[in-house]
């Protein structure tokens, strides 16, 4: 008798995600100068890259959201509350994002920012395992190994989290990789296994 | 000839509900410094602890609406201004919370804080009331199951405003007992009565 | 061929208007003291109060523009424009309303105030016109006569505009007679005529 | 073996359009004023005509994002992606409207606007593109004919984006220009060929 269908949970995810990522632009402050030089200034120039960065952060996870919902049919009560706990870390990106920016070479912000996108990537590993309770055999197989991906993922966040205590630098370019290393290996996975299968 | 059905009544309120979620972590101001002092200190610590707080408190109306509405199949004009009058409280939340914030041990925002929760959970108890109106009679027992728990809390909610109004610690302390004992209350009930039956 | 269907014309529309809602909350300053004298002050009473009717206005709208497209099953590209020409005057809403709020004695914007509400009314007038096009035989004598009462409304909004020039007071009062004559209006309608269908 | 509906993406990209389309309206500041010479000032006229032709614009994308999509059942991962590529550049023109608004008539903020909107026009271009993989045979012919419409917009945008570096003036002038142009030949299109059929 579960009466929840998963449209409600899609809608208020894709709410929320549509607000993350939109108020992040918000943050760039506009140019009080109307030269090439203030665009160019390396304090723009960091803030502006570091949006499109977190536009294809967000985006991306996103797309990881959709991918994970898109074969389940019903939900439970436990799986709205595992994608509440998702999109917790996530409303806090713009935020860290933003101190991250501020102080690109100290300790503090950093570890905030590699920890969160961390957290972010574990909850999307948390409800791709909740999401497979819902799903059909046919589809277990192929979410496995992404889960498989996601983990070990998880896993690097965590390394690259404490090596940041050290090198702050370490958090920008492990974000980076994390976003690369994922999509490489999920594009690799669909094509040596699945020939055109999408996750 | 009803002809309203209830998904657009949910898409609008998962829209103000995911806005009034993000629109919080907003009022997180960015660390003027770069060093972990400014995370840890009390102001800091206070304003996220609380923003968590509201975040669990707003996901925890977005899934009791979510609950509410899942067995209804059609909706009269009533209800959709049932669910406005519910969201009116809602979107006052951010604000009431900074308030409360700026002044934990003040008696007006406390008063106000505890006062705009209840009356939050009580719009949930009359739009549960009004939306029984709509449902088949299998659901009609665990939801007035649920409203009676949701009553007790309304009535709770109310001895604790009037308590706030000679100790403003009040408010916080019953804000998150509502929260913990609804959920609890619903988690017992759902074991012993419906047997894995979700609400 | 007509290939729209009406439910992203919906879900953008619902989108938009939950934006509007919830911002004009924004703009309610959080006071900067934890006293009773902080809220009772008659500034905060005046833009509390406006936020308190503003949310009852754009509710409103919203609950005419269900109502309106309710019986509609496709759209035309005309309809759609017709449509994010009443967003226009809507999303206006929120700067001219604390525009008023600023200067309640003053002329200017106590004429923008009122014409910026009647220019919405306006709007739905012409959209449930348009949205009648694509509805069956059954509804539109109800559309016919609610879209009637919609249209004196658009009159004494005029005529109140144009008295505004005159007393800026009038601005306010129109306002809240359009809010509760439209409503009384479709109240009776429903009552007499049409024996409980919704309009 | 594809398992995407085209619905999730359709309520993301209303959501963060709905998004766009209402935080333009933010940057009009309230006057400080209540005079009619407040409003009549150049400086307001100027941000509150360009907030009406954002409007306009960011609209016309909307209504353009929702005919390609209409006629689409299911949609692969990469349209996912290319769908995001397309918002991006949308989420830069609230930022890139205001700074050009600041200083109409400078080279760097002129440029950057009339860019972006033709990087917006770019990303409908290819989103069209990429949409008709996923069209049935009898709206392949009817789309090609906007395409080319909507690649000759993008031309011109690329040819004033030149010019603009030269005479700052050019910016405006060419956004309302593939405005009205874009809108007029597509009008034409449906009167001339297809007798009615909406694109």
């Known amino acids: 008798m579960e009466i929840i269908n998963k449209s409600?949970?899609?809608a208020f995810s894709d709410g929320v995600i549509a607000i993350i990522i939109t108020i992040m632009v918000l943050q760039?402050?506009?140019?009080t100068r109307g030269s090439w030089s203030a665009i160019l200034a390396p304090n723009f120039?960091?803030?502006f890259g570091s949006y499109i960065l977190s536009f294809m952060f967000v985006a991306s996870f996103w797309v990881s959201h959709h991918m994970?919902?898109?074969p389940v049919k019903t939900v439970s009560k436990k799986l709205l509350w595992v994608n509440l706990l998702l999109l917790l870390p996530m409303s806090v990106l713009p935020t860290v994002t933003t101190w991250h920016n501020d102080f690109?070479?100290?300790v503090a912000p950093s570890v905030c920012y590699i920890a969160i996108y961390t957290f972010c990537v574990l909850g999307l590993f948390v409800l791709s395992k909740g999401a497979m309770k819902h799903v059909g055999e046919s589809h277990i197989k192929m979410m496995e190994s992404v889960?498989?991906?996601r983990f070990w993922m998880v896993m690097f966040g965590l390394v690259s989290t404490i090596g940041t205590f050290?090198?702050?630098q370490i958090a920008s370019i492990s974000v980076m990789l994390i976003l690369v290393g994922y999509h490489t290996s999920v594009f690799i996975l669909n094509k040596k296994k699945w020939h055109g299968l999408i996750l």
Chains 1, 2, 3, 4 share one sequence.
């Open 45 to 47: 120039l960091i803030t």
């Open 166 to 168: 050290f090198i702050p």
């Open 8 to 10: 409600r949970l899609e």
């Open 104 to 106: 690109v070479n100290s």
């Open 147 to 149: 889960a498989k991906i």
């Open 28 to 31: 760039i402050n506009v140019p």
């Open 68 to 70: 994970i919902l898109a």
